[in-house]
């Protein structure tokens, strides 16, 4: 398989970056980890494919998860696009990002889901403000609203990076790596594999 590279760095790391704060910890610790932060995060991008082959992303809020909490769940309304997009297309990627530059990228497949009784289940009356009653005895967005649905994200990959320092133990890593010409140890750079979720999710 090709892959891009615009130098030779020799025997030295070219992603120096990568190579000292990536780290291994237990299978627990780094799946741990990323369910604390994607519940603390909660907003992300939902990226799909669209019919026409672009990439369009999505501002989502996780309802919930499942499967030992390694798969994200979010409300959806059936008739939006992105529906259709991951009818045509399930391959999906989830990214969290906060202010303080820690992120997560889930790749995935993703389904839409309209069975009643597990929309009910994760339902929300907030719900009720991005649907909007139409007046028919129907389209109420209450929990029996046709258009309210699901969508699930089951998690092939997890990437993510959470700081090991605080923002100003971070800006003094960084100054000192400016200086010593080295980059700074100050991330939790960690990737879980399909093999370690499905490991996961059966605990």
Request: proline content about 4%.
């Amino acid at each position: 398989m090709a892959s891009f590279s615009n130098t030779d760095t020799g025997s030295k790391p070219a992603d120096p970056y990568t190579a000292k704060n990536t780290q291994e910890p237990s299978l627990k610790e780094k799946v741990e980890d990323f369910i604390k932060f994607a519940s603390n995060a909660k907003f992300c991008l939902l990226t799909t494919k669209t019919n026409d082959g672009l990439l369009a992303s999505r501002a989502m809020a996780v309802a919930s998860k499942e499967n030992n909490d390694v798969d994200l769940i979010f409300h959806t309304n059936t008739e939006s696009g992105k529906t259709d997009d991951i009818e045509a297309n399930s391959e999906v990627n989830v990214g969290f990002l906060t202010s303080s530059g820690e992120w997560a990228s889930v790749s995935g497949t993703a389904s839409v889901v309209t069975d009643r009784a597990q929309v009910e289940q994760h339902y929300s009356p907030a719900l009720k403000a991005w649907l909007g009653d139409l007046g028919d005895g129907k389209h109420d967005g209450g929990p029996q609203d046709p258009r309210i649905g699901l969508i699930k994200v089951h998690a092939t990959t997890i990437t993510y990076a959470l700081s090991t320092k605080s923002m100003i133990g971070s800006a003094i890593e960084l100054v000192k790596g400016v200086i010593q010409g080295e980059p700074p140890a100050i991330n939790k750079l960690r990737y879980v594999t399909q093999a370690e979720l499905q490991q996961y999710r059966s605990l």
